[in-house]
C-alpha cells in the first residue's frame, strides 16, 4: 500500500513538473511571439519613416515648386497659403532704447521688457512674465476679442508699472510696443476657444480691427504705447535674428506646433517683405505617412499635414498610436492594455525627448515615464529599450522633415551656393530636445554637402519665447509701418 502511494505521489509529482514544463515552455514561445510582432512592427515603422537624401530632394523640391506658385499671392495661392506678414524695417543692430513686447497665443500671453545697447552691449535688461488667460474667457463661446484686448491692455498697464524703468517711457518714443501672435495647434482647431488665430496678413481687414481694438484698449488703461500690428510670431523670430546677423534670412517655429517665414527684398521698392509660408499644410506624395498619420490626419482633418508629421503637439501622439498597437498585438505591457494609453494627446514632446534621451544602463528614465503616464508599473529593459527605439524613428522623421523645409526655403531663394545664410529657431523642441536638433542639423549637412552646408548657419533665436517682439518694437521705432 505505501509502495502505491508513494508510486501515485512520484506520478503525481511528475505530471505536475511536465505541466510547469508545458507552462513555461508555452509561455515562452508565447512571449517569443509577441516579441517578434513587436519587432515586426517596429521594423515597419522605421521602413515607413525612412528618409534618405534622395527622397528628402524631392519633398523639398515640392516645397519649392509649391512656394514659387504661391507667392505672387494672388487669388489662387497653391496649396500653402502664403501671405506677406510684414513690410518694412528689420533691425540691424545699431538699436537702443527701452522695448516692450507682447506675444499672444493660445491660452495665455508672454510681456517683455527690454533695454537694447546697441552692437557692444545689445541688451542691458530683461523683464518677463506670462499670463494665463481666465479659464471661462479661453472656453467661453461669446467672449469677444474686445474683452479680450482688455484683459490683455490691463495687464500690461500694471506690468509697465511694476517696471522699475517705467518713468523713462515718459520720455521717450509711445509706440514701441511689438505684437506678435502665436499660432497654437490646440487653439486654432478647438472648437470651444474664443482665441482662434488664424493666418491672416497685415493687410487684411480683420488685422486692422484687432490693431485698433488693441490700441483703443491701451488708451482706456492709460498706457502710452500703440500698436502698428499683430504679426505672426515669426516676423519676431526674424527681427531678431537681424539684430544679432544681417544675414539671417529666415525664421522657423519648432514647438507644438511649426510654421516659417523668409525675407523677399525688392530692392526696386527699396523694402523688405517677410513672406509666412504656412508650411504646416504642406503637402507631398513623397511625405512619409504612416497609417497612424493617416489615422491622425482622418480624425483631425484640418489639413495641416505637415505639421503632424514634424511638430511636438503630434509626436507623442504618434509615439502613444505606435505603442497602443504594439499593446494589443504584441502584449508589450502585458496581457492588458493598460487604459491610459487609449488617451488621445496624453504623452507630451518632453516625454519623448526624455525617454530617447535617457542615457541610463536599464533605460530608468523610461520605465518612470511608462509608470507616470501609462500607470505600467512593471517593464523589462528590452521593453523599455523597443520604447525608447519608436521615439527614435519617429522623432528622427519630424527633424529630417523640418531639414528639408529649411533647405527648400534656401532654394526658393538661391541661397544654397551663396554666402552665409543664418536661419533662427525657436521652439521647446528645438531648444530642449537635443538628438532632435542634432538630427536636423545633420539632415542639413547631408542634403546640401560639406562645402554648401558650411554657408549655412542654424542658430536657436535669442532671448526666449515670445521675445521677438522686443526687436519689432525696435524695428518699428525706427519710422512708420508701410501698409
Same mark, same amino acid.
Given at each position: 500500500?505505501?509502495?502505491?502511494?508513494?508510486?501515485?505521489?512520484?506520478?503525481?509529482?511528475?505530471?505536475?513538473?511536465?505541466?510547469?514544463?508545458?507552462?513555461?515552455?508555452?509561455?515562452?514561445?508565447?512571449?517569443?511571439?509577441?516579441?517578434?510582432?513587436?519587432?515586426?512592427?517596429?521594423?515597419?515603422?522605421?521602413?515607413?519613416?525612412?528618409?534618405?537624401?534622395?527622397?528628402?530632394?524631392?519633398?523639398?523640391?515640392?516645397?519649392?515648386?509649391?512656394?514659387?506658385?504661391?507667392?505672387?499671392?494672388?487669388?489662387?495661392?497653391?496649396?500653402?497659403?502664403?501671405?506677406?506678414?510684414?513690410?518694412?524695417?528689420?533691425?540691424? %543692430?545699431?538699436?537702443?532704447?527701452?522695448?516692450?513686447?507682447?506675444?499672444?497665443?493660445?491660452?495665455?500671453?508672454?510681456?517683455?521688457?527690454?533695454?537694447?545697447?546697441?552692437?557692444?552691449?545689445?541688451?542691458?535688461?530683461?523683464?518677463?512674465?506670462?499670463?494665463?488667460?481666465?479659464?471661462?474667457?479661453?472656453?467661453?463661446?461669446?467672449?469677444?476679442?474686445?474683452?479680450?484686448?482688455?484683459?490683455?491692455?490691463?495687464?500690461?498697464?500694471?506690468?509697465?508699472?511694476?517696471?522699475?524703468?517705467?518713468?523713462?517711457?515718459?520720455?521717450?518714443?509711445?509706440?514701441?510696443?511689438?505684437?506678435?501672435?502665436?499660432?497654437?495647434?490646440?487653439?486654432?482647431?478647438?472648437?470651444?476657444?474664443?482665441?482662434?488665430?488664424?493666418?491672416?496678413?497685415?493687410?487684411?481687414?480683420?488685422?486692422?480691427?484687432?490693431?485698433?481694438?488693441?490700441?483703443?484698449?491701451?488708451?482706456?488703461?492709460?498706457?502710452?504705447?500703440?500698436?502698428?500690428?499683430?504679426?505672426?510670431?515669426?516676423?519676431?523670430?526674424?527681427?531678431?535674428?537681424?539684430?544679432?546677423?544681417?544675414?539671417?534670412?529666415?525664421?522657423?517655429?519648432?514647438?507644438?506646433?511649426?510654421?516659417?517665414?523668409?525675407?523677399?527684398?525688392?530692392?526696386?521698392?527699396?523694402?523688405?517683405?517677410?513672406?509666412?509660408?504656412?508650411?504646416?499644410?504642406?503637402?507631398?506624395?513623397?511625405?512619409?505617412?504612416?497609417?497612424?498619420?493617416?489615422?491622425?490626419?482622418?480624425?483631425?482633418?484640418?489639413?495641416?499635414?505637415?505639421?503632424?508629421?514634424?511638430?511636438?503637439?503630434?509626436?507623442?501622439?504618434?509615439?502613444?498610436?505606435?505603442?497602443?498597437?504594439?499593446?494589443?498585438?504584441?502584449?508589450?505591457?502585458?496581457?492588458?492594455?493598460?487604459?491610459?494609453?487609449?488617451?488621445?494627446?496624453?504623452?507630451?514632446?518632453?516625454?519623448?525627448?526624455?525617454?530617447?534621451?535617457?542615457?541610463?544602463?536599464?533605460?530608468?528614465?523610461?520605465?518612470?515615464?511608462?509608470?507616470?503616464?501609462?500607470?505600467?508599473?512593471?517593464?523589462?529593459?528590452?521593453?523599455?529599450?523597443?520604447?525608447?527605439?519608436?521615439?527614435?524613428?519617429?522623432?528622427?522623421? %519630424?527633424?529630417?522633415?523640418?531639414?528639408?523645409?529649411?533647405?527648400?526655403?534656401?532654394?526658393?531663394?538661391?541661397?544654397?551656393?551663396?554666402?552665409?545664410?543664418?536661419?533662427?529657431?525657436? %521652439?521647446?523642441?528645438?531648444?530642449?530636445?537635443?538628438?532632435?536638433?542634432?538630427?536636423?542639423?545633420?539632415?542639413?549637412?547631408?542634403?546640401?554637402?560639406?562645402?554648401?552646408?558650411?554657408?549655412?548657419?542654424?542658430?536657436?533665436?535669442?532671448?526666449?519665447?515670445?521675445?521677438?517682439?522686443?526687436?519689432?518694437?525696435?524695428?518699428?521705432?525706427?519710422?512708420?509701418?508701410?501698409?
Amino acid at each position: 500500500m505505501r509502495r502505491e502511494v508513494v508510486a501515485a505521489a512520484v506520478v503525481t509529482a511528475a505530471t505536475i513538473a511536465l505541466t510547469v514544463v508545458i507552462f513555461l515552455r508555452q509561455r515562452q514561445q508565447r512571449n517569443e511571439r509577441c516579441w517578434k510582432r513587436s519587432q515586426a512592427i517596429l521594423r515597419r515603422l522605421t521602413r515607413e519613416c525612412a528618409l534618405p537624401v534622395a527622397r528628402l530632394n524631392h519633398i523639398a523640391d515640392d516645397m519649392v515648386h509649391m512656394m514659387q506658385s504661391s507667392s505672387d499671392l494672388k487669388e489662387d495661392k497653391g496649396k500653402l497659403d502664403m501671405f506677406v506678414s510684414y513690410t518694412g524695417l528689420l533691425p540691424n %543692430g545699431d538699436e537702443d532704447g527701452l522695448y516692450y513686447g507682447m506675444n499672444l497665443r493660445g491660452e495665455d500671453f508672454v510681456m517683455s521688457c527690454v533695454r537694447l545697447g546697441g552692437k557692444d552691449q545689445p541688451i542691458l535688461d530683461l523683464h518677463r512674465e506670462e499670463v494665463s488667460f481666465p479659464s471661462e474667457m479661453v472656453r467661453g463661446t461669446t467672449t469677444t476679442s474686445r474683452e479680450v484686448f482688455d484683459f490683455v491692455a490691463a495687464e500690461v498697464a500694471r506690468f509697465v508699472m511694476e517696471n522699475p524703468e517705467n518713468k523713462i517711457i515718459e520720455q521717450e518714443n509711445f509706440k514701441r510696443l511689438g505684437f506678435t501672435v502665436s499660432y497654437e495647434p490646440y487653439a486654432v482647431s478647438s472648437k470651444g476657444t474664443a482665441i482662434r488665430w488664424k493666418n491672416f496678413s497685415m493687410d487684411h481687414p480683420n488685422c486692422q480691427e484687432l490693431t485698433a481694438q488693441i490700441n483703443s484698449a491701451l488708451e482706456k488703461y492709460g498706457v502710452k504705447m500703440s500698436v502698428l500690428a499683430l504679426v505672426p510670431n515669426e516676423v519676431g523670430i526674424l527681427a531678431g535674428g537681424r539684430y544679432y546677423h544681417r544675414d539671417c534670412i529666415a525664421s522657423v517655429t519648432l514647438g507644438s506646433g511649426t510654421d516659417a517665414a523668409y525675407l523677399e527684398s525688392n530692392e526696386t521698392e527699396q523694402e523688405t517683405k517677410v513672406i509666412s509660408t504656412n508650411w504646416g499644410s504642406f503637402r507631398s506624395s513623397h511625405l512619409p505617412m504612416t497609417d497612424y498619420d493617416k489615422e491622425l490626419d482622418f480624425e483631425d482633418p484640418d489639413s495641416k499635414v505637415f505639421e503632424k508629421l514634424v511638430a511636438g503637439t503630434y509626436l507623442g501622439e504618434v509615439v502613444r498610436r505606435v505603442l497602443l498597437k504594439m499593446a494589443r498585438e504584441a502584449a508589450l505591457f502585458g496581457d492588458y492594455v493598460p487604459l491610459e494609453l487609449k488617451t488621445p494627446y496624453i504623452l507630451r514632446s518632453y516625454d519623448v525627448a526624455d525617454m530617447h534621451q535617457d542615457a541610463t544602463e536599464d533605460r530608468e528614465v523610461v520605465g518612470e515615464k511608462l509608470s507616470n503616464i501609462f500607470k505600467v508599473k512593471e517593464t523589462t529593459p528590452m521593453v523599455r529599450e523597443i520604447v525608447a527605439e519608436v521615439c527614435d524613428v519617429v522623432s528622427e522623421r %519630424g527633424a529630417r522633415l523640418a531639414a528639408a523645409g529649411i533647405v527648400a526655403i534656401l532654394k526658393k531663394l538661391g541661397r544654397t551656393e551663396r554666402s552665409k545664410s543664418v536661419i533662427t529657431i525657436e %521652439g521647446g523642441l528645438y531648444e530642449h530636445y537635443r538628438v532632435f536638433r542634432n538630427y536636423l542639423h545633420s539632415c542639413i549637412w547631408e542634403m546640401l554637402g560639406n562645402d554648401l552646408s558650411d554657408n549655412v548657419v542654424v542658430e536657436h533665436s535669442h532671448g526666449g519665447p515670445g521675445f521677438g517682439a522686443i526687436f519689432l518694437a525696435a524695428a518699428q521705432a525706427k519710422g512708420q509701418w508701410k501698409n
